[in-house]
């Protein structure tokens, strides 16, 4: 910038120890050498230390705050705007780096398990915990002075480059304040929302179908209590969940009505948990004419005969007619042993796998 003789001008930086000039002091230009880059300037507090621009001073042209910007901080409304402009610039700087930590953290450019991570960053979020709070982004100055960092940000903010100096220190402290508290704000927001979609099985956010939320009438997750494991960082896992609209409970436990699709999948599972109980007991040696008998007793054994679910008791009950046929509702819903097994509504970010169709937000 050419800084011509007689333009008036604002201090943003020296790094001059023996002068008592500050930021926002202001003084007439007497010459600018272009060459050398230095600024001789006649500064209002008598002082006539030159600008060397190379080396780290720093000016700006000195306008009317009210000129320039309509009274923008001068007036009460104005004042507003501005804070209103410096937590917009905040947050869009607080996302910007909450971007690039995740990046790094959960995204494409993150190693090992990212689901697990994003797991761990919301649950320590949620819960407050420093050691999870001290890992994000958070704003700072960065060794730059408060006056130069907060004309920069003001200026870039308000669009204007010289009204900073016009402030008093309380509204510095508080335009800052503002800032840094939208950054930082921003900053959990958007990692939460990211860590959301990291940690979900269906790569979309499913927070709306947290089991504190379900009421009767509502989707939900379900799943067994026997299918609950320990996971590689020592949290609850659910190898699967499935869909379906709480219309009940039982002695605490949760009843559900399923679509056909998600039926099937549950009688499928069933069946694997006996493949897998028959596999056990052949490594332990039981005799083959055994399997059979030994699976019934600990496992019903369900199938589907038509629309209708078979549910075969009879070895585990030790009675010969525990045998249920589950018939659809008039919607085509199942019913899949509500009322005998212990399901549960779970959260749908402790599944490994979700069965079913989720609803969006804002239909849940």
């Known amino acids: 910038m050419n800084y011509q003789p007689g333009q008036r001008v604002a201090l943003v930086h020296t790094d001059d120890p023996h002068t008592w000039l500050r930021p926002g002091d202001t003084g007439t230009v007497r010459r600018h050498d272009q060459r050398h880059h230095t600024v001789e300037v006649t500064w209002d507090s008598g002082s006539t230390l030159s600008m060397c621009l190379d080396t780290g001073d720093r000016i700006t042209p000195a306008t009317s705050t009210t000129a320039t910007t309509g009274g923008l901080v001068d007036e009460a409304t104005g004042w507003a705007t501005a804070l209103r402009r410096m937590r917009a610039a905040g947050a869009e700087a607080g996302r910007t780096a909450a971007q690039w930590w995740a990046q790094d953290t959960i995204g494409a450019r993150a190693s090992g398990d990212t689901r697990l991570a994003a797991r761990r960053i919301l649950a320590g979020?949620?819960?407050?915990?420093?050691?999870?709070l001290d890992t994000l982004p958070h704003f700072t100055l960065a060794g730059e002075s408060v006056d130069t960092a907060g004309w920069e940000l003001f200026a870039d903010a308000t669009g204007d480059v010289s009204a900073w100096f016009g402030l008093r220190i309380p509204q510095r402290d508080e335009a800052m304040t503002v800032y840094r508290d939208a950054h930082d704000t921003a900053v959990t927001d958007h990692v939460t929302e990211r860590c959301r979609l990291a940690a979900s099985p269906t790569g979309t956010d499913v927070s709306h179908l947290h089991p504190d939320r379900v009421r009767i009438g509502d989707v939900g997750v379900f799943a067994g209590d026997w299918a609950r494991t320990l996971g590689p960082d020592g949290d609850d896992r659910i190898a699967v969940g499935f869909v379906g609209t709480l219309i009940d409970s039982w002695n605490g436990w949760a009843v559900f009505s399923c679509t056909r699709p998600v039926?099937?999948?549950?009688?499928?599972?069933?069946?694997?948990?006996?493949?897998q109980y028959r596999h056990c007991l052949r490594e332990q040696g039981?005799?083959?004419?055994?399997?059979?008998?030994?699976?019934?007793?600990?496992?019903a054994d369900l199938s589907f005969d038509g629309d209708v679910i078979v549910a075969d008791q009879r070895a585990l009950a030790?009675?010969?007619?525990?045998?249920?046929?589950?018939?659809?509702?008039?919607?085509?819903?199942?019913?899949?042993?509500?009322r005998i097994w212990c399901w549960e509504a779970v959260d749908p970010y402790a599944c490994d796998r979700i069965i079913g169709d989720l609803p969006d937000p804002d239909q849940a």
């Open 125 to 132: 979020v949620e819960d407050g915990d420093p050691v999870v």
């Open 263 to 275: 039926a099937e999948e549950i009688v499928a599972d069933q069946q694997r948990h006996r493949d």
């Open 286 to 299: 039981v005799p083959a004419g055994e399997l059979d008998r030994r699976v019934d007793e600990a496992l």
């Open 318 to 338: 030790d009675d010969p007619d525990a045998v249920d046929r589950i018939t659809p509702d008039g919607d085509g819903r199942y019913v899949v042993m509500g």
